[in-house]
């Protein structure tokens, strides 16, 4: 059996941690430099939608009573931690699926009470984190999804906990469930679902292996098993990122080349560090450009490439020197840029390369980086810096309604009055 554990409305129940007196009350929460809103608390959801610019709903935030936070991704990201920490002591078999999602495995629980368990568990990560979760537990991974949604949907009847453990259980809740909402499936194939009669996750379900695997590929097929009661989809223990981007909206307008070539040199530099650490190298690097789409006043463009590396690496000196080629190939003079920002791809294991006759990575480049990596570790990020980088510049997000952060720096930890 497998168990989906989800955060309910993360990002808001992180800033009720700490902020009790917002229990019940409206939460948005902004993305990097103030922008739109990426997450909402239910007492919002009936006045804002998903990805709203702040700007345009300054009024909607007032006249609703809308508590509006900052992103603090660093009060997330160590709410996220304790959470997952808690839950690694139910299973051994652990796959964080998400900064608010993780799967468990439940092999050798056959005598368990799994709903029993289940509540078990939301009781003890509620207690120890503050976070109030919905599980989902199922044979298969993609119908732990489904149970979620169930045991998050109807709360108040099953105690946050669902438990699809026969098939009565498992076809009624794939009647339930609409095929857009189903794990896996996006709009379009949506659409093309919804084209040939198939609306709900069950009519998914009964088409042949040989329709299935034709119309979506052995992808669609492995769902369908799994949707079937048939565990197909493996627990992943460790994954491994196919892509790592880092994306900034700037503080302001920038015409100048040299400034947005030090923006994209720094992003570079970015995603080679997260490369390091997960011990791989990429081949290929995607740089975009564009302005800003809500000034309509302003002559807008918008552009991208990808470089195929001649080698394989993960060198900050290389990735950013790549990153300034595809950058000086779609810079155009006269634009007033608003973002910019750097995709690795094509990524491989560090340890596996095919070296060729001539053209490789620097071979001194990994001593080099190691050595930055442990010096910046130990005096702060990005106090080592290529000469590209401007060092003097430390990025900052626009936060104007930055929460403290609570469980990481010791001048921001909560103070109790008495």
């Not at 129940?13 to 409206?26: I, M, T």
Request: glycine fraction near 4%; charge should be positive; include cysteine.
């Amino acid at each position: 059996m497998y168990a989906l554990i989800d955060c309910n409305n993360f990002y808001a129940s992180c800033e009720r941690v700490f902020r009790p007196d917002l229990n019940g009350k409206p939460i948005a929460i902004l993305s990097n430099n103030d922008g739109c809103v990426i997450a909402r608390s239910n007492e919002a959801k009936p006045f804002i939608p998903m990805g709203a610019p702040a700007f345009k709903f300054k009024k909607e935030f007032e006249r609703n009573n809308i508590h509006v936070f900052s992103s603090n991704y660093a009060l997330y990201g160590d709410l996220s931690n304790r959470v997952m920490a808690t839950l690694s002591k139910f299973s051994p078999e652990v796959e964080v699926y998400s900064i608010d999602e993780a799967f468990l495995k439940f092999d050798g629980f056959d005598y368990f009470d799994l709903k029993e368990y289940g509540e078990k568990i939301r009781k003890i990560v509620t207690r120890n984190t503050g976070i109030p979760i919905s599980i989902g537990i199922a044979p298969t991974k993609a119908l732990s999804k489904v149970a979620n949604k169930i045991a998050k949907k109807f709360s108040k009847k099953t105690n946050s906990v669902y438990v699809i453990d026969n098939e009565d259980k498992r076809i009624k809740a794939l009647k339930w469930l609409k095929i857009d909402d189903v794990w896996g499936i996006g709009r379009r194939h949506a659409r093309r679902l919804k084209y040939h009669g198939i609306r709900t996750a069950h009519d998914f379900t009964l088409q042949s292996d040989n329709w299935t695997r034709k119309q979506f590929s052995v992808v669609g097929l492995r769902l369908k098993r799994d949707l079937s009661g048939i565990p197909t989809l493996k627990l992943d223990e460790v994954k491994t990122k196919k892509n790592i981007a880092t994306t900034r909206t700037f503080d302001y307008n920038y015409r100048d080349y040299e400034k947005v070539r030090e923006r994209v040199a720094t992003f570079a530099v970015s995603c080679a560090e997260k490369l390091r650490q997960q011990f791989s190298n990429c081949n290929a690097i995607m740089v975009f450009v564009h302005t800003n789409e809500h000034r309509k006043d302003l002559a807008q463009y918008s552009k991208s490439i990808v470089v195929k590396l001649p080698y394989p690496t993960n060198s900050n000196i290389e990735l950013s020197k790549f990153a300034i080629k595809g950058l000086e190939l779609i810079f155009k003079k006269g634009y007033d840029y608003k973002k910019a920002g750097v995709i690795v791809m094509d990524i491989t294991p560090e340890r596996e390369q095919q070296l060729a006759m001539f053209n490789n990575s620097n071979p001194k480049h990994k001593d080099l980086m190691k050595t930055i990596d442990q010096l910046n570790l130990t005096l702060g990020q990005q106090k080592i810096k290529l000469a590209s980088q401007d060092l003097d510049r430390t990025w900052k997000m626009r936060q104007e309604k930055l929460s403290p952060r609570y469980t990481t720096r010791l001048d921001e930890v909560i103070t109790v009055k008495v």
